[in-house]
């Protein structure tokens, strides 16, 4: 019998929650390859990153945290670095002579081989000077996790990936060259996947891919997003389900009428808009948005009664006025969107917006940003104001860091991760992550909530409405 210690993997997950879900899939073919988890990448035998390369920021804090790690190896500190994901699958051919010391590059693709690689990798046999090289392009794969209760977020919910890459060709945007074309999971495999996960305690499961909306598009005559939606609302137990990602077109009235008569699904639809003017949506390749833009949250909120709208908004595109941009204030101003994010448009290669004119100058972007940002914050601190002195259920997340018998809540309209929380006061002393709590709201700080157990008479701290 061997008595050799199995390698100790230690893992860095960068980029959004689908990322996450790939560092899991990942997770469970390295356990279940006779590999082991370390506690975190300083004490590993082998560092993998996990990349997201979307934007700039996120390719610059990618190459951040690979200059750390060889850094660390170095000085002895592991004995192999693998870096998987966006980066090495958008960059594959020009990564290796700038990080000399990573010793593999695998693409979206590879997450089943990931554990041969490390093996492959830290093998002191290899050939120094030449990394592992595993990229496949285009992407077609998809992948079931191995062990679909290992969660790498909050032990009260998990993301549940319901599809890979991409079918629109929004000219900004680099992800279908990056995730490849739409694929869509079979629905038994995400149905089981979500009994698993809430058999395993989770008590909100958040759907997601790069378009969830198109979920099923792909296979004609399958199951679209309002069938599979159906099926997990049958699924037993006390929990939420939310959706993430949206596209405006594809909210038909089959789709809103499921999510709102679903008796799991949390009232909130995250549906980025990127621009309001038709000029800009048309350069931005979304002008099957148009149709359906301009009485867009009246119509749901008429179809959805209560339900929380978030948007993301690109500022600072190639051809954008200050005409345009105004556009696009009025617009926020009147759909009043409880979350809304906003991103300055940056030139990303390969993308069809690269090859644009009349470029906005970065400081403009950046100053439309800002002030598009105060417009929402005084939207956003209206509908909290509005909300003070209802009651409604949470979902414990984890004790306030201030202690004294405070947790920190989600409710239904705060997504995990993107939108503010609820600082509930008085959770009893048994409380746990997972539990459900009623409570009433009494105040408002910054883009957070404060509440309390509604069955004292007196507040535990006075209203706040910063």
């Given at each position: 019998?061997?008595t050799?210690?199995p390698?100790?993997v230690?893992?860095?997950s960068?980029?959004?929650?689908?990322?996450?879900?790939?560092?899991?899939?990942?997770?469970?073919?390295l356990?279940?390859?006779?590999?082991?988890l370390?506690h975190?990448?300083?004490?590993?035998d082998v560092v993998?990153?996990?990349?997201?390369a979307?934007i700039?920021?996120?390719?610059?804090?990618?190459c951040?945290?690979?200059e750390?790690?060889?850094?660390?190896k170095?000085?002895?500190?592991?004995?192999?670095i693998?870096?998987?994901?966006?980066?090495?699958q958008r960059?594959?051919?020009?990564?290796?002579?700038?990080?000399?010391?990573?010793?593999?590059w695998i693409?979206?693709?590879?997450?089943?081989?990931?554990?041969?690689i490390?093996?492959r990798?830290?093998?002191?046999?290899r050939?120094?000077?030449?990394p592992?090289?595993?990229?496949?392009?285009?992407p077609?794969a998809?992948?079931?996790?191995?062990l679909?209760?290992?969660v790498?977020?909050?032990?009260s919910?998990?993301y549940?990936?319901?599809?890979e890459?991409?079918?629109?060709?929004?000219a900004?945007?680099?992800?279908?060259?990056?995730?490849?074309r739409l694929?869509?999971r079979?629905?038994?495999?995400?149905?089981?996947?979500?009994?698993?996960l809430?058999q395993?305690?989770?008590r909100?499961?958040?759907?997601i891919?790069?378009?969830t909306?198109s979920?099923?598009?792909?296979?004609?005559?399958?199951?679209k997003l309002a069938?599979?939606?159906r099926a997990?609302d049958?699924?037993?137990?006390?929990?939420?389900?939310?959706?993430?990602?949206?596209?405006p077109?594809h909210?038909?009235?089959?789709?809103?009428?499921t999510?709102?008569?679903a008796?799991?699904v949390?009232?909130?639809l995250d549906i980025p808009?990127?621009?309001s003017?038709?000029?800009?949506?048309?350069?931005?390749?979304?002008?099957d948005?148009?149709?359906t833009l301009?009485?867009l949250?009246?119509?749901?909120?008429?179809?959805?009664?209560?339900?929380?709208?978030?948007?993301?908004?690109?500022?600072?595109?190639?051809?954008?006025t200050?005409a345009?941009?105004e556009h696009?204030?009025d617009?926020?101003?009147?759909?009043?969107?409880d979350?809304?994010?906003?991103?300055?448009?940056?030139?990303?290669?390969?993308t069809?917006?690269?090859?644009?004119?009349?470029r906005?100058?970065a400081?403009?972007?950046?100053a439309?940003?800002?002030r598009?940002?105060?417009?929402q914050?005084?939207?956003?601190?209206?509908?909290n104001r509005?909300?003070?002195g209802?009651?409604?259920?949470?979902?414990?997340?984890?004790?306030?860091?201030?202690?004294?018998g405070?947790?920190?809540a989600r409710?239904?309209?705060?997504?995990?991760?993107?939108?503010?929380e609820?600082?509930?006061s008085g959770?009893p002393?048994?409380?746990r992550?997972?539990?459900?709590?009623?409570?009433?709201?009494?105040g408002?700080?910054?883009?957070d909530?404060l509440?309390?157990?509604?069955?004292?008479?007196?507040p535990?701290?006075?209203n706040?409405n910063k």
């Open positions: 019998m061997s050799e210690v390698l100790s230690g893992l860095v960068l980029g959004c929650a689908k990322n996450l879900v790939d560092t899991q899939v990942m997770s469970g073919v356990l279940t390859g006779g590999l082991t370390a975190d990448a300083d004490h590993a993998l990153i996990n990349t997201c979307f700039a920021a996120a390719r610059e804090e990618a951040a945290i690979i750390e790690m060889c850094a660390h170095a000085r002895g500190g592991c004995r192999a693998i870096v998987a994901g966006c980066l090495p960059y594959r051919g020009s990564l290796s002579e700038q990080f000399p010391l990573v010793d593999a693409g979206v693709d590879e997450l089943e081989s990931v554990d041969a490390v093996r990798a830290a093998d002191p046999r050939r120094s000077g030449k592992v090289v595993a990229v496949t392009d285009p077609t998809l992948f079931e996790p191995r679909p209760t290992l790498f977020c909050n032990p919910f998990a549940l990936k319901i599809a890459g991409c079918n629109h060709a929004c900004y945007c680099a992800i279908p060259g990056i995730r490849g694929r869509s079979p629905p038994r495999n995400i149905v089981a996947e979500a009994r698993a809430l395993d305690g989770r909100e499961l958040v759907l891919a790069q378009d909306t979920y099923g598009r792909d296979r004609r005559g399958a199951p069938a599979l939606v997990l049958t699924l037993p137990g006390d929990f939420w389900l939310r959706l993430l990602y949206g596209y077109a909210l038909d009235d089959d789709l809103l009428d999510l709102s008569r008796r799991h949390v009232p909130y808009i990127q621009h003017h038709p000029d800009i949506l048309r350069a931005m390749r979304r002008a948005t148009l149709g301009p009485d949250a009246t119509r749901l909120r008429a179809r959805w009664p209560g339900v929380a709208l978030r948007t993301t908004c690109l500022v600072g595109f190639p051809g954008e200050e345009h941009f696009l204030v617009y926020v101003k009147t759909a009043r969107f979350h809304l994010g906003v991103f300055a448009y940056s030139v990303e290669e390969g069809a917006a690269a090859a644009l004119p009349n906005v100058p400081a403009v972007a950046e439309r940003r800002e598009l940002l105060r417009v914050q005084r939207i956003a601190r209206a509908l509005a909300r003070i209802t009651e409604t259920r949470v979902l414990l997340q984890r004790p306030a860091s201030s202690g004294r405070r947790w920190i409710a239904p309209w705060q997504a995990p991760d993107v939108d503010g609820t600082v509930v959770a002393r048994t409380a992550a997972g539990d459900w709590l009623k409570i009433r709201i009494l408002v700080q910054g883009v909530l509440a309390a157990d509604p069955s004292p008479l007196a535990r701290w006075p706040k």
